[in-house]
């Protein structure tokens, strides 16, 4: 794996952590940016592509194990499905 992929997936990690202790959190006690952030964030994954969307709700929003995807991919078209859909999420959340 190189920078760019290691670099991308800590990053949506990172997102999706900061997402889960906010929502853990009383809904009612939330900040205006704490509900953007969060809606923005599920905005953005529910337009992705389907494979994309599929890959990142695994990775980083449901406790998959870490070998969920075996069953339907291969461990190249994974990796490669993985990048495209971290590239995706990101390049979406620019703005």
């Not at 990048?83 to 703005?95: F, H, Q, T, V, Y």
Request: charged share 30%.
């Amino acid at each position: 794996m190189n920078d760019h992929f290691k670099n991308n997936a800590i990053l949506i990690k990172y997102l999706f952590d900061m997402r889960k202790k906010i929502l853990a959190r009383d809904v009612f006690g939330l900040s205006n940016e704490e509900k953007t952030f969060c809606a923005v964030l599920e905005k953005q994954v529910d337009a992705l592509s389907k494979d994309a969307k599929e890959i990142i709700s695994n990775e980083f929003i449901y406790d998959k194990p870490r070998d969920w995807w075996l069953s339907y991919y291969s461990r190249s078209t994974y990796y490669r499905l993985k990048g495209s859909a971290m590239d995706e999420l990101l390049n979406a959340l620019k703005w």
